[in-house]
């Protein structure tokens, strides 16, 4: 069965119980077929993988077990042994038969075992018991697929790789003996997790896939880490899937997309993989059927009349935080009137291409200060506070830009300054990671060169 859908894989505040039921309404309403639990905040998963859930974990786990089953959908669930285990101690292989088994009683029926983010160290015991790390960790989880498979058949088990994309590798995906070694020694049913070229990859080709599903001995599942921002909690993505092409689709066994922190944020990028494992390549037109499937969580409180946010609002709200590496497209066509705007120090304020750019900005900047203050008016609080900080800090920066036009169109002395003393905008950060990036000026592109 090809896997697609989401993983709760992240670094940080993990999601509550109702929203992980709303998400399998989500992932089902996508298409997908998957969800997998494994919140790095969940110490049983990771720090403390040897305990088995109590009561009221169990239970919960149940709970969402039963609902993806009412939904058609596959409950995996993760476990993640890397950061202590021996590998070679038989002990460590009971620890980890005992969790499966509690989980195996609760009605899971998939499995992750993941070994990311973690040193390729091996103890002095484990040096001496087997020739690799890679065979250690395949030793491991070979083992947890025996004992499941010998309780049920139908099983699937999911493996990470500590070198789980080809940045990782340090002479290439080819010429690793990590994968190489994983290839040969992880039984052939065991699928492998893969982010692509990197941890959070712009582009993943099919060449890129054929070249370590040979290395691997099977077609990998795309750990797809592209709307993901536990690595940047200044930043947040509400913009669909990109830079994969269909191509890639008959290479890989899965697509589990591993998304933003805040809940609310990820309708369209869940929406939008589902659209991309269904064949759909075309961003805009996943975004486009995702959108009115969204826009009624926007329904606006204090009104007595069914009322949500307008169509083209929430357009602006996923071109503001659209994808990692680009905002969306009626932003950046802005963005590039700016920087025409300023390509001078000392432009032509009167011609009417500079007005014009000027009004485009200024009717930008009053169309996020619209699209703030609804947003404060929303009876879905979460959504509202998922977005607050980044919108709050989206209105400042145009708010400064516009006035910054402002202030050029006054043709100000050659000797002025921008602002003024008693016009410094409150966006304007303080604080102690302001004062060492002081010590570090840095180029367009975020590197700084000693003495330059």
């Known amino acids: 069965m090809f896997l697609s859908g ?14 992980r039921i709303e998400m399998l309404d989500w992932i089902g309403n996508a298409g997908m077929n998957t969800f997998v639990y494994g919140p790095k905040d969940d110490i049983k998963i990771r720090a403390r993988w040897r305990e088995t859930y109590n009561a009221a974990e169990a239970a919960e786990l149940q709970e969402l077990v039963g ?16 950061l202590d285990v021996t590998y070679s101690d038989a002990a460590d292989i009971e620890a980890l038969k005992a969790r499966l088994d509690q989980l195996l009683g609760l009605g899971v029926t998939h499995f992750a075992l993941l070994f990311d983010d973690i040193p390729s160290e091996m103890s002095a015991a484990d040096q001496a018991a087997f020739s690799s790390f890679a065979a250690a960790q395949c030793h491991f989880a070979n083992a947890a697929r025996e004992h499941v498979s010998t309780k049920l058949p139908e099983a699937r088990l999911l493996f990470c790789p500590t070198e789980y994309c080809a940045a990782f590798t340090s002479a290439g995906v080819t010429r690793s003996t990590y994968l190489r070694d994983l290839g040969e020694l992880l039984h052939p049913d065991i699928g492998v997790f893969w982010t692509g070229p990197d941890i959070v990859s712009k582009t993943i080709s099919a060449d890129s896939l054929r070249e370590i599903g040979a290395v691997i001995g099977r077609k990998p599942v795309i750990w797809e880490n592209f709307h993901a921002n536990d690595y940047d909690i200044r930043r947040i993505y509400a913009g669909p ?4 092409d269909a191509d890639i689709l008959p290479l890989i066994d899965g697509i589990i997309t591993n998304p933003n922190n805040e809940f609310e944020a990820n309708f369209v990028p869940v929406h939008t993989t589902g659209a991309f494992a269904a064949g759909v390549d075309d961003a805009q037109s996943a975004l486009d059927a995702a959108l009115p499937q969204w826009q009624p969580r926007f329904a606006l409180a204090f009104t007595d009349l069914p009322k949500t946010l307008e169509r083209d609002e929430i357009r602006l709200l996923t071109d503001l935080f659209y994808q990692p590496f680009t905002c969306g497209p009626q932003i950046e066509a802005l963005l590039q009137v700016a920087r025409g705007l300023l390509t001078k120090h000392r432009p ?8 014009a750019g000027r009004a485009a900005l200024t009717d930008l900047r009053e169309r996020i200060r619209k699209l703030f203050d609804r947003m404060t008016e ?15 800090e989206a209105r400042e920066e145009v708010t400064h830009l516009v006035s910054y036009l402002d202030w050029l169109a ?6 002025a300054d921008f602002p003024a003393a008693e016009r410094i905008h409150n966006f304007y950060r303080h604080g102690f990671t302001v004062a060492v990036q002081e010590l570090l000026p840095r180029d367009a592109a975020g590197r700084y060169r000693h003495g330059a």
């Open 6 to 19: 989401v993983i709760e894989g992240f670094y940080g505040r993990a999601w509550t119980h109702a929203q």
């Open 67 to 82: 609902a993806a089953a009412a939904r058609g959908l596959n409950f995996m669930v993760a476990i993640a042994p890397c």
């Open 241 to 244: 899937l990109g830079g994969r």
């Open 348 to 355: 032509d304020v009167t011609s009417a291409d500079w007005q």
């Open 378 to 392: 929303l009876e879905n609080r979460d959504l509202f506070y998922a977005f607050h900080p980044y919108l709050w």
């Open 410 to 415: 006054e043709s100000p002395a050659d000797d």
